[in-house]
């Protein structure tokens, strides 16, 4: 099956800081990758939907200026928290789905919890 | 807007006990509906997923069914393992390539030996 691979899988920063998070399509080409975030014991909230070559779409609510997003490739979107605080501290998955796959099935990397001290 | 309702957690049962986690929609037209399980300390996988009304998804000894006139997707098993001890998100997919995903809240299932 298609693979989505995550990286890192665990940050650790200093407040005021920025972390980049990179989210791969290894075995398939992503025209559209959607970053969630995911707090402890609850479930997942979207928070932008990636698009390649052009900006993304953020939900209401998520501060786009704070969660910058880059689908600069096929392949590739990135993440960065930018001047992380401890609030920022969650758990950020991306996810993506093959464009020939049956309907909508979208797949998931495995994370990246990010800690801010 | 679309929305799914997921009964409330935690569920703990005996291992062979016949597991049933109920999962409503609200969308409007036809969805997908997918069921997605996440073990500890692991990323989201695909359980199984139906595409049209009366659909039967199956997995792993999972089951749903589509049922439009109800609008849900239940998942049910009939005899738990260990192994199943996880977190499990019903979720929707409005119509259209590359749709997002709505999520239900998730349901942590523990089986005991």
């Not at chain 1, 290894?26 to 990636?50: H, I």
């Not at chain 1, 990135?78 to 797949?107: M, R």
């Amino acid at each position: 099956g298609a693979v989505v691979s995550q990286h890192p899988s665990w940050v650790i920063c200093k407040s005021g800081t920025s972390v980049k998070i990179e989210c791969r399509s290894l075995d398939f080409q992503a025209t559209t990758m959607f970053w969630y975030r995911q707090f402890p014991k609850q479930s997942l909230m979207l928070m932008a939907t990636s698009n390649e070559g052009s900006k993304a779409t953020y939900e209401q609510g998520v501060e786009k200026d704070k969660f910058l997003i880059n689908h600069a490739s096929l392949t590739l979107s990135t993440l960065t928290v930018t001047s992380a605080h401890p609030e920022d501290s969650s758990f950020y998955i991306c996810s993506a789905g093959p464009p020939s796959a049956v309907k909508n099935i979208q797949y998931f990397g495995a994370g990246t919890r990010l800690s801010v001290l | 807007g679309n929305s799914v309702t997921q009964m409330e957690g935690p569920v703990t049962l005996s291992e062979e006990a016949f597991l049933t986690i109920n999962c409503t929609y609200t969308a409007t037209g036809y969805p997908s509906l997918f069921w997605y399980v996440q073990y500890p300390g692991e990323g989201l996988q695909l359980l199984l997923k139906a595409t049209k009304a009366d659909d039967k998804g199956s997995n792993k000894g999972f089951e749903a069914t589509y049922r439009k006139e109800t609008t849900s997707f239940h998942l049910e098993k009939g005899s738990v393992q260990v192994s199943d001890s996880a977190v499990y998100f019903c979720a929707l997919s409005a119509a259209g390539a590359n749709s997002k995903l709505t999520f239900g809240k998730g349901i942590t299932l523990s089986v005991r030996p």
